[in-house]
């Protein structure tokens, strides 16, 4: 596959146009779709540098073929329409019928992006930062000779968190700190050092477990890994952008009504809420009551649902974080937990995966255990008796139940981490309605898979058990 990346002379000459308001071509925030965001988005979801020219190649290999989108949606793709515009009105493009696939792997986009999410102030790749960058800099960025800029005040401005000549700085302050104490430097401004990033990707996933997402808020995914002992924060378009690190074992993870990235910590036996723009930590709850926070789910009340494996219970918290309840409990019986893996809440009632009783257990908020759903399995349909392949495989029994997870028709989701797939059932009565996923290291296929998340557009995101893969399903219907 050719190499994309754009020539200079595309870039000079690359239309200007205003984006719908939900789109989200203008990366930089300065009103207009133009050359700087085509570079931003180069930078920040492709990994690659402007140097080549099949600008008409790239367009069809990494958005109509997902060779680099990674996660390609209807909604996504709807967010990107004006900057892919620019990209294929400038070069009269011309291409055939667009097809996409159901399912796609992210396994290359953790490795890549760690390198694209430091500082990028070296431009020219030489290992320093100096007067030849600050040139490349004000020509890609703020188009203009560098020679023609107040840097002292484009310093003070991005330091500041504001506009500088119409165009966002946000972009800037987070990607360019090197670039920015060299102007701070050279021309003697006086002014204070950009602060930290405490969002800096410093590690490669080796192990993601459970995901949650912040459709309401940023759009982004958090997914822990228990081994690094990070929770990695991947965009929209599933590019690494972020890391919250310090963690002690995490494993639940959800977003609460206030944006809060909250994170259990096995090592700690705690839940850690972090402020998703800087990745600080700003609340700690739970301690002295939860042992093994192995998923966290926060339902349209805000009322946060820790599943604590260990204790077996399912310890509720509102949206303060005080608790409220804690519902079931150890030992022997149809109303008892025996391990605990996730929880979900559909119409007044709360799902709890039960792994080693091989059922989904379900109660009432206020506790009162309702009834079981367990699962015998189905067989397949028109097998080969010599090679055991059938056209339409069967589902096995309850094994390990993983996680839970509801799509948008309100049915459950239900994870089986020995048999690698999910099984979609009527919450009501237990009814199997279809399933998706096998088992296997290759593209729709996952290997002792951790977590699963819908979106509100019925994809769902799975982590697949074997270090830093993520599959996506379009959810059957």
């Known amino acids: 596959m050719t190499r994309w990346c754009i020539t200079l002379l595309f870039l000079a000459w690359g239309p ?4 719908a308001e939900f789109d989200r071509s203008d990366l930089n925030n300065d009103g207009v779709v133009d050359i700087a965001d085509v570079d931003i988005f180069s ?16 367009v069809e290999s990494s958005v109509l073929n997902e060779k680099y989108f990674r996660r390609i949606t209807s909604d ?7 900057l892919i515009s620019v ?21 290359t986009s953790s490795t890549t992006a760690a390198a694209t999410t430091n500082s990028k ?25 560098w020679e023609n800029v107040d840097w002292c005040l484009f310093h003070g401005a991005t330091l500041a968190g504001a506009d500088f000549n119409g165009t966002s700085t946000k972009y800037f302050l987070r990607h360019f700190g090197d670039l920015l104490n060299f102007i701070n430097n050279h021309f003697n401004c006086g002014g204070e050092e950009p602060p930290p990033n405490n969002l800096a990707v410093e590690n490669v996933p080796k192990f993601l477990a459970r995901v949650a997402d912040a459709t309401a808020f940023s759009g982004d995914h958090y997914i822990t890994d228990p081994r690094v002992g990070s929770v990695f924060v991947y965009d929209e378009l599933m590019a690494l952008t972020g890391e919250i690190k310090g963690l002690n074992k995490p494993l639940g993870v959800a977003v609460d009504m206030q944006g809060r990235v909250l ?3 096995d090592g700690r036996d705690n839940i850690e809420a972090y402020d998703p723009a800087t990745g600080d930590l700003v609340a700690v709850f739970g301690e002295g009551l939860v042992q093994m926070p192995t998923a966290i789910t926060v339902d349209i009340a805000g009322n946060i649902y820790v599943v604590d494996s260990r204790s077996n219970q399912v310890h509720v918290f509102d949206p303060s974080y005080f608790l409220l309840r804690s519902i079931g409990r ?16 559909i119409e007044q009632e709360v799902f709890v995966a039960d792994q080693q009783g091989d059922r989904v257990q379900v109660y009432q908020l206020d506790g009162t255990w309702v009834r079981s759903l367990t699962f015998e399995g189905t067989d397949g349909v028109n097998c080969s008796w010599f090679t055991g392949v059938c056209e339409i495989p069967g589902m096995p029994p309850f094994t390990r139940l993983q996680a839970l997870a509801v799509d948008s028709l309100n049915r459950l989701h239900v994870l089986d981490n020995f048999s690698a797939s999910i099984v979609i059932f009527d919450p009501a009565d237990g009814t ?9 290291a290759g593209p729709g296929e996952l290997r002792v898979p951790m977590d699963v998340q819908i979106s509100a557009t019925d994809m769902a995101t799975v982590t697949s058990g074997d270090g830093s893969r993520i599959e996506f399903f379009t959810v059957p219907q």
Not at 87 to 107: E, I, P, R
Request: glycine share 8%; charged share 20%; net charge negative.
């Open 43 to 58: 930078d920040r979801y492709l990994a690659l540098e402007p140097s080549a020219s099949d600008v008409c190649t790239f």
């Open 330 to 345: 150890g030992g022997i019986g149809d109303d008892t937990l025996n391990f605990p893996m996730d929880a979900e809440v």
């Open 121 to 145: 102030s070296d431009l020219d790749a030489d290992g320093d930062v100096d007067i030849d960058d600050l040139a490349l800099f004000s020509t890609i960025y703020l188009e203009t000779p």
């Open 16 to 19: 200007v146009v205003t984006a």
């Open 432 to 440: 199997m309605i279809n399933g998706y996923g096998a088992f296997g």
């Open 87 to 107: 990209m294929t009105d400038s070069n009269d493009c011309q291409f055939a019928s667009a097809t996409t696939s159901a399912t796609t792997s992210a396994k």
């Open 76 to 82: 996504n793709i709807a967010r990107y329409e004006t």
């Open 263 to 265: 994170v259990g910590n």
